[in-house]
């Protein structure tokens, strides 16, 4: 039952990903990380198309990793309300705590793809 809970949405996930570019090897993955948790200039794109990317590739990444992490920890909740183990409130509570983070970082993804969003418009 619980490798059926883990491969059923990480299966769905699989299939709906929507295509993207890949990573570029040379860009440092440092600078991304950086560009994504404290930009230089809040609300305006890097300069540099492979930066870009890459930095687009990850925020997606994190939002995608969000959303499948809110749905295991919401279907752990279900499975709580319906058993009421004590190894599911277990679950629930770390799969909420990991769910709590990607949710943190996928809010500084998502404001970095609409600052690349705002970009592309303006310039």
């Not at 679950?91 to 609409?114: C, D, E, K, Q, S």
Request: glycine share 6%; with cysteine; proline share 6%.
């Amino acid at each position: 039952m619980l490798a059926a809970l883990f491969a059923v949405p990480l299966a769905v996930h699989h299939f709906v990903r929507a295509p993207r570019p890949r990573r570029d090897k040379r860009v440092n993955p440092q600078r991304v990380k950086a560009l994504l948790e404290k930009p230089e200039h809040p609300g305006v794109a890097p300069e540099g198309h492979a930066v870009r990317t890459a930095a687009g590739v990850t925020a997606c990444d994190r939002i995608e990793a969000a959303a499948v992490s809110v749905g295991l920890s919401l279907a752990i909740l279900v499975l709580l309300l319906t058993r009421g183990d004590r190894v599911w409130t277990m679950l629930t509570v770390v799969f909420g705590f990991f769910a709590v983070i990607h949710v943190v970082r996928a809010r500084r993804g998502w404001a970095y793809l609409r600052a690349l969003h705002a970009a592309e418009r303006t310039g």
